[in-house]
């Protein structure tokens, strides 16, 4: 249960005392019965699929992460272990414990809840399933934004990390606060990662010659063909998204234009 709540941490907090500007409520003190219950509500999709729910919406993938009764029953236990004082402090957390990825104070209040995951550079964390966002297109952030809030991302049911990152988007309902966070996305400077994935880079040279046409040769991207820049991105992101265009997960919603052209092109590796 400690462990599988590494991930509540972002957003609930390491004692479970909540934290308002993410929205996420204080669970520490809670009953075992409730917290189990309303786990299991949001697992089945009771709780967490109203249109207007947003907030439940982003807890339903968080819960549905817990693959049978047993890890449910596990993440109950711990939560109700959890003590938290009554007023918030600050709390320190070991690290191999904690994913959250706010180092730093974040000066654009709207990016603030985008942090948690992504980290306050947008440096992504792979814990979380979030990709680095500094170094990429604003167009194509501004675009993907349009995407979750619109419905065309985040809607499969399989797209677990879509279905979390929709109603993060659709709190930007103002198109003059979705740009405000672009544009201070691309004052980030979080560094790429290191390669978590091995594999033959002589092949994949190879099997990238199709992908130059449009993302370039050294992946810096192409506007003018509305393919992003993929150089900087984690590698374990890249592929999580080429077998999500593979089996349908992203490329296959009739307005997503764009997704529907690069899903063949993740095809045809076999």
């Known amino acids: 249960g400690k462990s599988a709540y590494a991930v ?5 907090g390491a004692n479970g005392q909540g934290i308002e500007a993410l929205n996420a409520p ?5 009953p075992d019965w409730y917290v189990e219950r309303q786990l299991n509500n949001f697992k089945s999709g009771i709780r967490g699929v ?8 982003q807890m339903r993938p968080m819960a549905m992460a817990l693959l049978n009764d047993e890890a449910v029953r596990d993440m109950t236990v711990f939560v ?10 600050p709390v320190t957390v070991a690290a191999s414990t904690a994913v959250t990825n706010v180092q730093a104070p974040v ?10 995951c992504h980290g306050s550079e947008g440096e992504g964390n792979q814990k979380l399933g979030a990709p680095r966002l500094a170094g990429q297109h604003a167009w194509y952030l501004e675009r993907q934004l349009r995407n979750w809030r619109d419905g065309i991302r985040g809607t499969h049911s399989e797209d677990l990390y879509g279905i979390q990152m929709r109603p993060m988007a659709m709190t930007l309902v103002k198109d003059s606060d979705l740009k405000k966070v672009v544009s201070f996305i691309g004052t980030l400077r979080g560094k790429p990662s290191k390669s978590t994935i091995q594999g033959n880079s002589d092949s994949g040279k190879t099997s990238y010659a199709t992908c130059i046409a449009c993302h370039g ?12 820049k993929i150089a900087g991105l984690q590698d374990w992101y890249i592929a999580r998204q080429i077998r999500s265009f593979k089996k349908g997960i992203r ?19 076999a």
Do not use: W
């Open 50 to 57: 109203h249109a207007k729910d947003i907030f439940g919406q």
């Open 217 to 228: 040769e050294q992946g810096e991207g192409n506007k003018a063909l509305n393919s992003p």
């Open 8 to 12: 509540c941490v972002t957003c609930h």
């Open 80 to 89: 109700a272990s959890l003590k938290s004082s009554s007023i918030s402090k």
């Open 26 to 30: 204080k669970i520490a003190g809670l």
């Open 107 to 116: 000066s654009e209040p709207l990016y603030a809840p985008c942090a948690s």
């Open 251 to 269: 490329g296959s919603h009739e307005k997503d234009v764009y997704g529907m052209q690069m899903r063949p092109m993740a095809m045809t590796l």
